[in-house]
């Protein structure tokens, strides 16, 4: 299975905004430059995590971007189904029923063992990655990312974060 590059991208800024202070957004372009990535391609990430509800733009000239709802509620499945949808990553066509071998599909009740046997590996996938939460990721941070590197992801954020009007 291959999930999109959207799917890095969108779990990564979904992490950085987890990290901002209440009603505080960053903008497309600061996301894009922080992570090194195109602004375009990103964008079109961030619209989708918006429509999944994970993320809200915030207009405006201190608008930008900040989480929806608390990230202890933001799995990382929310994620992954935002950016490359709900669908299951393997897709049984039955080719059993085709080809020389083949007989009436009628015959055919029980269902294909490799489409049970995937079925069941995406279910234990699925519930794993339902059972993350983009706050597990940010407690992870301290252990896994060099102080050095912290400190200047704070020192950057600070530069770029925007405080939200009171409206939004």
Not at 44 to 65: C, D, M, N, W
């Amino acid at each position: 299975m291959k999930l999109s590059e959207g799917v890095e991208w969108g779990l990564h800024c979904t992490s950085v905004l987890a990290s901002l202070p209440t009603k505080a957004t960053l903008p497309t372009k600061a996301l894009a430059e922080y992570h090194g990535v195109s602004e375009t391609y990103l964008s079109k990430h961030l619209q989708a995590l918006t429509r999944g509800g994970i993320i809200e733009s915030v207009p405006g000239p201190r608008g930008g971007y900040r989480l929806a709802r608390p990230a202890t509620e933001i799995t990382l499945l929310d994620v992954v189904e935002a950016i490359d949808g709900p669908e299951p990553a393997f897709r049984c066509t039955e080719i059993r029923q085709q080809g020389p071998c083949a007989i009436e599909s009628s015959a055919y009740h029980l269902p294909c063992t490799i489409h049970v046997a995937m079925a069941r590996a995406e279910k234990l996938w699925r519930n794993e990655l339902r059972a993350q939460t983009i706050a597990d990721i940010v407690a992870q941070l301290d252990d896994r990312v060099p102080q050095r590197v912290q400190h200047l992801a704070e020192k950057w954020l600070s530069e770029h974060v925007r405080t939200a009007s009171e409206k939004a």
